[in-house]
């Protein structure tokens, strides 16, 4: 009898003892994670001189735009959206203009994915597989490469996690309080990147069946009013700038990468082009007629170019289509792939270390053993309904407009809960098989 009676007791202690060990496990990882982020910091700190004249792409853009901010000039700019150049702003007030501060700071900010990584998994599968899911994400090459650069992928990543976790919680405690929390992150997130701009239109289609009419429109208002009260202040800045109506920033010209114009250019026409050789070429205001694309008029113009494409040649925009739509997740041949040959070691060789090999090929394989993943874990998706939910609409937006794989890559860890659950499935299944 007395043995009985301390079962409970015991059974406790044991579950105690567990999730100490879970959590260690957390820390290790994500100290793991975060020391192989410093060391990319450190290393890439030691071959770049610490001014702006490091920044290439899109760097310059967001620094700039922070930069400025400092001197008192508010955003007059339309190119970006403010979070990321607000987080630049923030390192450069402790540490002066000092693009090496900032991407130590992005270490650090990196290593938040992992735990986050974890909190999201726990709601689809157990701890172990979770600490699966986030020990992916840690060693994850594409996300550690994220701290280098001055982009918002670093911070968008988290941001992402997040507003899942937000709509999550929301579906799952059907409150005006947290459908209007879950609305905030996500725009918080539109402002790093505004790609999930239309993200609210899958929100009713993720509320349960039973629920009545009227209780889904009060708290889809709710969602979509807290987007709305954190979003117009930006917006009416725009307007007052700029003296139009701009929600966000303007695209450039990302419709238009997406057209059968930007496919003749880029896929067919002899020579073939590099996607910068095409910014250079028909991009280029002083080639173009004076149409910067990075502007409200000059974005407005390719996008009209663009609509007038797809009118004109809709079955070469619809192939293009399918076509991005694999590329978001295995990368772009005219720019994420040398030579354009698809994981093809040999081109790779002149321009990486087999190290960087690897990991290219570790990253964009990820997908593929995520959808295998997804067969195994079949008969449970419509528990995983709300991720397959979001990937899907951002292979959607991307597919129509222009994809690269770095579009996809604050994805992943998604992608790393799919395939630690499957894995984690695959092994119970083996258990029940032996015993």
């Not at 496990?25 to 490091?54: E, H, I, K, S």
């Not at 700019?77 to 630049?88: K, L």
């Not at 205001?285 to 113009?301: K, L, M, Q, S, W």
Request: proline fraction near 7%; aromatic fraction near 12%; hydrophobic fraction near 50%.
């Amino acid at each position: 009898m007395q043995s009985v009676l301390m079962t409970p007791d015991i059974s406790a202690t044991q579950q105690q003892r567990n999730d100490r060990i879970i959590v260690l496990a957390l820390v290790g990882l994500t100290l793991l994670g975060m020391a192989f982020r410093l060391y990319l910091a450190w290393r890439t700190n030691q071959t770049l001189p610490d001014t702006p004249a490091r920044l290439t792409g899109d760097e310059p853009g967001y620094e700039g735009l922070a930069y400025w901010l400092l001197k008192g000039h508010f955003f007059e700019w339309a190119g970006r959206t403010p979070v990321y150049p607000f987080f630049i702003a923030g390192c450069y007030t402790f540490f002066g203009r000092s693009p090496a501060s900032v991407v130590y700071v992005q270490a650090f900010l990196g290593a938040t994915i992992i735990p986050l990584t974890f909190i999201l998994a726990r709601r689809f599968t157990g701890p172990q597989s979770s600490l699966v899911a986030a020990g992916l994400t840690a060693l994850h090459p594409s996300l550690i490469l994220h701290v280098r650069l001055l982009q918002t992928e670093i911070l968008y990543a988290p941001l992402m996690i997040l507003t899942i976790l937000g709509l999550l919680r929301a579906l799952e405690q059907p409150q005006w309080q947290n459908f209007s929390l879950a609305g905030g992150l996500l725009a918080i997130t539109n402002l790093c990147r505004p790609t999930a701009m239309l993200l609210p239109v899958i929100v009713p289609l993720l509320m349960p069946r039973q629920w009545s009419f009227k209780r889904k429109i009060a708290l889809f208002v709710a969602y979509l009013g807290a987007i709305i009260i954190i979003t117009t202040p930006w917006t009416y800045h725009n307007y007052r700038t700029h003296k139009t109506f701009l929600i966000y920033s303007v695209s450039t010209g990302l419709l238009w990468q997406g057209s059968p114009e930007f496919y003749h250019f880029a896929y067919e026409q002899l020579p073939k082009r590099h996607i910068l050789q095409i910014w250079q070429e028909e991009l280029n205001p002083a080639r173009n007629g004076g149409h910067d694309v990075f502007t409200i008029e000059g974005d407005r113009y390719f996008t009209k170019r663009a609509i007038a494409s797809i009118l004109r040649d809709p079955g070469v925009y619809l192939w293009y289509c399918l076509q991005k739509a694999v590329y978001l997740w295995l990368g772009n041949p005219i720019n994420d792939w040398p030579y354009r040959a698809m994981f093809n070691v040999e081109a790779m060789r002149p321009f990486f270390s087999p190290q960087r090999i690897v990991g290219i090929l570790m990253s964009r394989i990820l997908p593929v053993f995520a959808a295998l993943g997804m067969i195994v874990l079949r008969h449970r998706w419509r528990e995983f309904l709300p991720l397959l939910a979001v990937c899907g609409y951002f292979t959607l937006i991307h597919a129509l407009t222009y994809a690269e794989v770095r579009h996809s890559e604050p994805l992943h860890p998604i992608l790393a809960i799919v395939i630690a659950a499957a894995a984690g499935q695959i092994q119970r299944r083996l258990k029940l098989i032996n015993q």
